[in-house]
């Protein structure tokens, strides 16, 4: 069981950075793959970035790579998405997901999920 928290959301102008976070609790988080999604007014919820259980292997979204980096932290249950020079079509709540067995882009894939939080881009 893993339970997930993310922040670091809020309003930004264009070509800007941010750091999301999300904290994650329960035993098996050291063994579980992470991911983010995000969900923008109206559309579908989409991939965004994924880590694997070592944090050796990452997969990006084509809209973001490049300007954005998933990480994570073992010793602190934590991972994190660093976005950089930010567009207003990356505007979107951000959820945190993770499973035990799954790597990949499919949101179903995922068996936990955070609240989600906002992330507007605008000047």
């Known amino acids: 069981q893993v339970q997930l928290v993310e922040s670091g959301g809020g309003l930004v102008q264009p070509g800007a950075s941010l750091r999301l976070s999300c904290a994650a609790s329960?035993?098996?988080?050291?063994?579980?793959?992470m991911a983010w999604f995000r969900q923008a007014p109206g559309k579908e919820r989409e991939f965004v970035a994924a880590?694997?259980?070592?944090?050796?292997?990452?997969d990006y979204a084509d809209p973001v790579k490049g300007r954005f980096t998933i990480s994570r932290d073992k010793a602190n249950n934590m991972v994190y998405l660093q976005m950089n020079s930010v567009k207003p079509e990356d505007t979107a709540v951000y959820y945190c997901?993770?499973?035990?067995?799954?790597?990949?882009?499919?949101?179903?894939?995922?068996?936990?999920w955070g609240q989600g939080t906002q992330v507007t881009v605008s000047s």
């Open positions: 997901a993770a499973d035990q067995n799954y790597f990949g882009r499919r949101r179903n894939g995922y068996d936990y």
């Open positions: 329960g035993r098996t988080f050291s063994s579980a793959v």
């Open positions: 880590i694997s259980r070592s944090g050796s292997i990452t």
